[in-house]
């Protein structure tokens, strides 16, 4: 008998047995390494259901401070805030993004306030706040212009970090952004801050449900091509990861997620730095459409999906299941 060949080799004695199993396991999942996105909004003791996202709310500011302690006692690392602007409040320049009593500058004061043990991480783009939803500043031909718009997202950097971000993440996939917000952060010795750079963001369908849920998608003009990535394209991605390791940030991120499993292993095997992965709004969406018409098991493909963002080599997952899956992981 061959003990390199069948049967001298069975490859289902290590899966026979529970203990056997757990004690083989390649991969964990922790709820330390999950970050959860929260919708804002304005007003009073409200959760408001979004559509799209069902099971996702947003809340207002005074309901803040219970997530933060539920993310605490979830053992969740770090909340995502993502503000949703009323109407009157959305211009051409995005100018409330300046604003330091905005409502992501408010949400931050309120839940810094918590003493929690969990991170603020704020998005660092023009679209909650611009008229015609796009992350930038547009010429009058519609295109979204770079520097004027580095020049924005500097202040709109400052603005978060100054409220009590502990991380500020670019999404808007702007060039030398990065570097142009870790010089003002130092000059404002404000050295503690962590840029989470939105690395490697395709311009994706499945940014549908979140656009609705900040209120962006009836704002779009056009789409967001001419600076979001290509999803045929995995080189241009580890480009832009090292520019922005370059520029001085703390941790890259691939967005969106699932599609895109190849590119973070591609960042993870390269780069030293931490990469996380967006397991975005439509993906949110499509397990929870899928789950209510019966079709397959929440619980199982909610763990299943988070492990194989680990198992791909993701320190951590952007993910608005968060809470169920910190809580199905026993925390
Ligand atoms: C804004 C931003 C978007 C998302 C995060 N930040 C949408 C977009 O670029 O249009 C998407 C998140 C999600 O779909 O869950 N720059």
Known sequence: MSIGEFPGTRMRRLRRAPWS????????????????????RDGRDEAEPIATMPGVFRHTVDRLPALMREAEALGIPAIALFPNTPGDKRSEDGGEALNPDNLVCRALKAMRDTGANVGLLTDVALDPYTSHGHDGLVD?????????????L?????????????????SDMMDGRVAAIRRALEA????GV?????????ASGFYGPFRDAVGAGGYLKGDKKSYQMDPANG??????????????ADSVMVKPGLPYLDIVRRVAERFDVPVFAYCVSGEYAMVEAAAAAGMLERERVVLELLTGFRRAGASGVLTYHAPLAARLLGA
Not at 140 to 152: H, I, M, S
Not at 194 to 202: H, N, V, W
């Open 21 to 40: 199993r757990a004690m083989v396991a390649e991969t964990a999942l922790s709820p330390a390494d999950l970050i959860w996105p929260v919708f804002v």
């Open 140 to 152: 009058e031909a519609g295109y979204v212009v770079n520097d004027r718009t580095v020049d924005a």
């Open 154 to 170: 500097v202040g709109q950097a400052l603005n978060q970090a100054r409220a009590g971000a502990d991380i500020v993440a670019p």
């Open 188 to 191: 404002e010795s404000l050295h």
């Open 194 to 202: 962590q840029i989470m750079a939105y690395s490697a963001k395709y």
């Open 235 to 248: 080189r241009e991605a580890l480009r832009e990861v090292a520019l922005d390791i370059a520029e001085g």
